[in-house]
Structure formats: structure tokens, C-alpha cells
């Protein structure tokens, strides 16, 4: 039976068999990445706190790059789906090769800035005079490894596009092993000291980055689709990009604002700030787990000229998006009382903390409205949108956070502050959706 003669319950299970074969795997593969830097901060924690300071420093510059790239997987995502909604396999995977080369030269460009300006990138973050010289070894050798990093985002996204988030979830499990490994044997069993823990982080992503290579030129010679780097195809995959890079350095924006004030209203209100961002950062890779879903899902009938298949998939999808933020957020109030002790003792913490909390509890049924529709946007390749709408988001959002401080007001209306964020990003993606205009079918948008 086609979906075009299946009833509606069909229809629905068939939507959530999708939604749960992508997004399960991909929510597993995006956990992982985190614990690359937990494994490194206990390893490197028991060299002192010097070594542990200067990989702080070193890591939140890394992570910060890397985060900006970003859209190499997302870009690549959509671009891949269409083609194999298409029906175009061959196609599919020469698309992908476009953002792997793209993202190897923006590798090397980042390592040819980050090298020579090292000592002045940490100095910025005015980093202490003991740990300065261990931030500057890490970001150095760590450095080495952004190519294959980015190497891993592209490909990621080729193979989300080809529908498979499985394998993404199997190297990534390898990869954290490894990387714990060579950890421990580089640090301790050769003495290495940082030096070593940066080494072994590097040569489990180049690891990582192999075993992605090994699968798509598998795959390209499999449908014969060249491998050769194409110059037209290169600039097409970076101008698709542009859009979507502009909207994640917005977000970036809107996080840095929120830590910002969050330090200015004290030490107590900062160190609450920091225990809920780190929350509710785990709450988002869930919801981002079924926006990655939307991605793979929404190219692909696009690309297969079922708008109509869309249409539907979309409404499934928030659906989806509002039931996993009532789950998330009434999981976050019923565990309060075990997860609040594991970050801190302090009381006064406590007391601040509680509050804020409630309200980010209170937000995760919009927030899981907004991931799984800017995921449908994204499959869409609706990235301009997009960017103009987080630029909107975080023209509203700045001068509301920046008047908290000077109004009187503490921690819990920062985070109404960041529900108001997320509530006009809900508001500007939901138009999106319901004008049609994402609705663009064939192999390219």
C-alpha cells in the first residue's frame, strides 16, 4: 500500500518508524561527542590544576571553532537527502565529497591561523601566568586535529543524508574509546603530560575522519561517483553554508550574552547559570536528535517531489518536538533533587538555581517546537530564512538580557529572558512553516 492510499494511523506509524531509526542512533552519536573533553578533563585534572586550567581555556576555543563549522554537517545533510530522494545515489555522494573537500580547506586555514596566534588567543581569556603555557601547548597540537574534526562534521552529514545516523553512532562510540585509551597511555604510561592528552584527542579524530572516508568512497565507487575535488561544487557547498553559519554565531551570540550577564550579577547567580546552561545543553542534544531526523527526512520527500509527504512528516515531527519537551521537562523537575547535589553543595547556589529551573522546565515544549522545525527548515535548505531569523531572535533577545541587571532582577528572569528567546524563534520558524514558502521539491533547491 502507497502512502498515498494508506490511512492516516499508516501514515503516522510509518513517520515515527523513520523518526525513531534516525533520530535514537544520532542522539547516541551526539552524546558522545561531549565526552571527548570529560575524558581529557579527568585525565589531565589529576596533573594539577594548572594543566586542568590551561585545557579549560584551550578546549572552549576549540570547541567554540569547531561549533562554528557546524554547518558543514547540516548543509551537507540537506543537500545529500535531495539527491537520494531523487533517486541520484551518484549525485548524492559527489555532493557530499563537495562538503568534505570544503571542509578539509577550511581545516588547514583554521590551523594556519591558530598556530602563530596561540599565546594571543589564550591571552585573551586572560588566562593566569602558571596555566598559559599548557593552554598553548594543547590548543597547538589539538589544533592538528580541526581538519579531521571538520572532516567528521561533513561526513556526518553525507551519511545522514544517505539516511544512516547508525554508523555515525558506531564511529563515535570507537572514537571515545580510542581517544580514552591513547588518553591514558600518552599522559601517564609516556609521560606526556598535556602534550599527550592533546596527541591522543588528535589521532582518535584523524581515526574518526578515516573510518568516515573508508564508508563514502566505499560508497562512491560503489555508484561510481567521482572523488576528485570539484571546484564549481566546492563554492556551491560553501555559499549554502554561509546562511547557516550565520545563524549558529547569532545563537553563539545569544549564549554568550546570557554568561555574560549571568557574571554580572554575582558569583552565586553565575555558577547557577552555568549548572543550568550545562542542563539544558543536554536537553538539546535530545530535541537536536529529532531535528536531525527532520533534516534527513524533509530532504529527502522533497527531493522525491512529495511535498505533500512533507506537509506531513513536518506536522509529525512537532508533534514529536511538543511531546519530548512536556517528557523533558517534567523529567527535569522530578530529578531535581539527584542531579542539583552532583554540581555543587553550596546552598545559596541551591536557592538560586530552583527557580531559574522550573522556568527552563517550563520552556522545553517550545524549545522542542523550535529544534524539530529549524531541522525541518534546514532539510529544507531553507538557510537564508533561517539566518534572518536568529538575527531577529537575537536583536530581541540582547537589549531584554542586558536590561536585567539594571532592572534588579536575578537569574530567574535571565531565563525568562531566554524563553522569550526561544518563544520568537518558535514564533518566526512556525510562520515558515505554515506560509509553505520552505516547500522547494526537486534534486536542488
Not at 530529578?335 to 522545553?364: E, G, K, M, N, W
Request: aromatic share 6%; with cysteine.
Amino acid at each position: 500500500m502507497t502512502q498515498a492510499h494508506a490511512t492516516p494511523k499508516a501514515v503516522r506509524r510509518q513517520h515515527d518508524r523513520e523518526i525513531i531509526s534516525l533520530a535514537v542512533p544520532a542522539f547516541g552519536a551526539l552524546v558522545a561527542e561531549p565526552l571527548f573533553l570529560m575524558v581529557d578533563s579527568a585525565i589531565v585534572g589529576h596533573l594539577g590544576t594548572p594543566q586542568l586550567a590551561g585545557l579549560a581555556v584551550a578546549a572552549a576555543l576549540l570547541t567554540t571553532a569547531v561549533s562554528v563549522f557546524v554547518f558543514l554537517a547540516y548543509a551537507t545533510t540537506a543537500a545529500v537527502a535531495r539527491r537520494v530522494g531523487a533517486g541520484d545515489l551518484p549525485a548524492a555522494i559527489r555532493q557530499g565529497m563537495d562538503g568534505i573537500w570544503l571542509a578539509l580547506l577550511l581545516g588547514v586555514a583554521v590551523i594556519a591561523f591558530t598556530l602563530p596566534t596561540a599565546p594571543w588567543l589564550i591571552d585573551l581569556f586572560g588566562t593566569s601566568d602558571t596555566a598559559t603555557p599548557y593552554a598553548i601547548t594543547y590548543l597547538r597540537i589539538s589544533s592538528l586535529g580541526i581538519p579531521a574534526m571538520l572532516v567528521v562534521l561533513a561526513a556526518t552529514g553525507v551519511l545522514r543524508g544517505l539516511q544512516d545516523t547508525r554508523t555515525p553512532l558506531y564511529v563515535a562510540i570507537a572514537g571515545f574509546a580510542a581517544n580514552a585509551a591513547l588518553n591514558v597511555g600518552l599522559v601517564y604510561g609516556a609521560g606526556l603530560g598535556i602534550a599527550g592528552s592533546a596527541w591522543g584527542t588528535v589521532i582518535a579524530q584523524f581515526g574518526m575522519a578515516a573510518a568516515y572516508l573508508v564508508v563514502v568512497v566505499r560508497g562512491a565507487r560503489r555508484h561510481h561517483a567521482s572523488l576528485r575535488p570539484d571546484a564549481a561544487g566546492i563554492r556551491a557547498s560553501a555559499q549554502a553554508g554561509v546562511p547557516l553559519l550565520v545563524r549558529t554565531l547569532s545563537l553563539r551570540a545569544v549564549l554568550m550574552i546570557a554568561t555574560a550577564v549571568a557574571a554580572r550579577l554575582g558569583d552565586t547567580d553565575v555558577a547557577a547559570h552555568q549548572i543550568i546552561l550545562s542542563l539544558w545543553s543536554l536537553m538539546a542534544f535530545a530535541l537536536d536528535a529529532i531535528a536531525i531526523a527532520g533534516q534527513a527526512i524533509i530532504g529527502r520527500y522533497l527531493g522525491a517531489d512529495d511535498a505533500d509527504g512533507a506537509r506531513q512528516v513536518c506536522r509529525r515531527m512537532v508533534q514529536w518536538g511538543i511531546l519530548s519537551g512536556v517528557a523533558l521537562g517534567a523529567l527535569i523537575v522530578l530529578a531535581r533533587p539527584l542531579f542539583i547535589p552532583l554540581f555543587t553543595s553550596d546552598t545559596t547556589v541551591h536557592d538560586t538555581l530552583l527557580p531559574a529551573l522550573l522556568v527552563v522546565a517550563l520552556s522545553q515544549p517550545i524549545a522542542g517546537v523550535v529544534f524539530v522545525l529549524d531541522g525541518v527548515l534546514m532539510g529544507a535548505g531553507d538557510g537564508p530564512y533561517l539566518a534572518w531569523a536568529m538575527l531577529l531572535t537575537l536583536a530581541v533577545f540582547a537589549p531584554v538580557a542586558l536590561l536585567v541587571p539594571a532592572l534588579g532582577g536575578g537569574l530567574t528572569a535571565l531565563w525568562w529572558a531566554m524563553t522569550l528567546m526561544m518563544t520568537v524563534r518558535m514564533a518566526t520558524l512556525w510562520a515558515r512553516t505554515r506560509s509553505g514558502n520552505w516547500i522547494v521539491t526537486g534534486a536542488t533547491r
